[in-house]
């Protein structure tokens, strides 16, 4: 079963985050983790690539690094884009390595409960089976350009 999270939780989250590392980015542009970092860059958040088999190459202005123990900036939020069972050692390097780490977020489909469970030991809040860029769209009533009716009444176009 899912965890549930509520709107204002998911709010504050996005609102407070501003440098995502994003663990599993993809340089194909047909690929969610690519667009999704995409959309988050776009929007303002400064997004750092982290995949081990592109490591060196540019993606939307910042150097892929390898490995979270690359990072010397401080990190808000880790973007999990790597199937359940590889999530407990990604989680286990950001809380030994982003000492500002506030957010662990597992993609769509992507679940841990004993690495949730670390990570919540340590304070930091967990999303899991969500998509930063959909709860971004849907909360900030973004969500009609594809095609959703977010309920959310605007003069926007």
Partial sequence: MSEVYSDAHLSDILRR???IAVVGVSMNPVRPSYYVTRYLALKGYKVIPV?????GATLFDEVVRADLSEITE?????????????VPPIVDAALATLPALRTVWMQ????????????R???VDVIM????KIEYQRLFGELRMGGFNT???SSKL
Avoid: K, L, Q, W
């Fill in 74 to 86: 401080p990190v808000d939020m880790v973007d999990i884009f790597r199937r359940s069972e590889h």
């Fill in 108 to 119: 769509i489909g992507v679940e841990h409960a004993v690495a949730a469970e670390t990570a």
């Fill in 151 to 153: 309920g959310v009444i």
């Fill in 51 to 55: 995949n081990p088999g592109h490591a």
């Fill in 17 to 19: 985050t501003r440098v």
């Fill in 129 to 132: 089976n969500r998509c930063p």
């Fill in 121 to 123: 030991a340590r304070d």
